[in-house]
């Protein structure tokens, strides 16, 4: 397995204004369940006096399996997240509103962006994956189809089993 990137992130020497980091991932770059994808991350960052303003924006594709017929595609990923980085003695994570809101130590010189990347990259695959427009394996689905009648004739429900025996039973 190849290692991930950690994405750093050079804070605290950023002067005021707008900065822009461009970053390619990929299988090897940032380890998502081992799938292949070509993504463009864009990170602009608005530095003011007092706080940073991070806008993420994704665009490619990621290769994920299809729930139908278990047949590969690309998903297109286009996406884009906030995000407001302060300096304060106290750290952690608060959502105030819309935009999430992160405090790093006021020492902090970088700031490290994988789990983000990965968060924002997770929520932007959908729960349910499907091929677009039909073209789903139909081979595949023939045999998964088959196999689910097959098992549809063969387990009964035991309500049933109950029925009959009850219905022999008054037949008797
Ligand atoms: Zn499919």
């Not at 050079?10 to 390619?24: M, N, S």
């Not at 993504?39 to 706080?51: E, H, M, N, Q």
């Not at 304060?88 to 935009?99: A, K, L, P, V, Y």
């Not at 994988?114 to 045999?143: A, F, R, W």
Request: overall charge negative; glycine content about 4%; proline content about 2%.
């Amino acid at each position: 397995m190849v290692e991930a990137n950690e994405y750093m992130i050079p804070i605290k020497g950023l002067k005021e204004g707008w900065h822009e980091f461009e970053f390619i991932l990929n299988k090897n770059s940032i380890d998502i369940f081992d799938h292949e994808m070509d993504v463009k991350l864009k990170l602009s960052i608005d530095k003011k006096s007092t706080f940073y303003h991070f806008y993420f924006d994704f665009n490619g594709k990621i290769t994920v399996e299809c729930d139908n017929c278990l047949n590969e595609y690309d998903e297109k990923i286009n996406a884009h997240h906030e995000m407001i980085i302060k300096h304060s003695s106290e750290e952690g994570n608060f959502d105030e509103g819309e935009i999430e809101v992160k405090f790093v130590s006021l020492e902090a010189t970088q700031l490290n962006v994988t789990s983000d990347i990965y968060e924002y990259l997770m929520v932007n695959i959908p729960m349910k994956k499907k091929c677009s427009n039909g073209n789903c394996d139909q081979e595949v689905l023939e045999i998964l189809n088959k196999d689910n009648s097959k098992k549809g004739e063969n387990v009964t429900d035991p309500r049933w089993d109950a029925l009959k025996e009850i219905k022999e039973e008054l037949n008797k």
